[in-house]
């Protein structure tokens, strides 16, 4: 069983900063997809950025040069700082870890893999 409990969510300003972080426990594997996906009000889930036990990155289009994802192994924790924020950016983010999905662009193309933990997720509202 995993546990994912993200923080750091709020409401900022547009061109502000918020760093989001999560925090994984349970059953951790050494080898891993880890990532951050986003949901706005009507719209689908969308990759955000991730990441994977080699520290490959992979970042969506729309938050390429203004997103960075990064992982502390040792805290078992997943961050996202992210920086010129703007109002696309508003929705639900969650934390989602996978253990059985390689290599880490092709987990990160679909949300749905069954083999995905989920966090319950942190607001973003931009304004």
């Known amino acids: 069983h995993v546990q994912l409990v993200e923080s750091g969510g709020g409401s900022v300003q547009a061109g502000g900063s918020l760093r989001l972080s999560c925090v994984a426990s349970g059953y951790i594997s050494g080898s891993y997809c880890m990532g951050w996906f986003r949901q706005a009000p009507g719209k689908e889930r969308e990759g955000v950025a991730a990441i994977d036990s080699d520290g490959s990155t992979h970042y969506g289009d729309s938050v390429k040069g203004r997103f960075t994802v990064s992982v502390d192994n040792a805290r078992k924790t997943l961050y996202l700082q992210m920086n010129d924020l703007k109002p696309d950016d508003t929705a639900m983010y969650y934390c989602?870890?996978?253990?059985?999905?390689?290599?880490?662009?092709?987990?990160?193309?679909?949300?749905?893999?069954?083999?995905?933990?989920w966090g319950q997720g942190t607001q973003v509202t931009v304004s």
């Open positions: 989602v870890v996978n253990y059985n999905v390689t290599p880490l662009d092709r987990w990160f193309s679909w949300p749905g893999w069954t083999t995905n933990y």
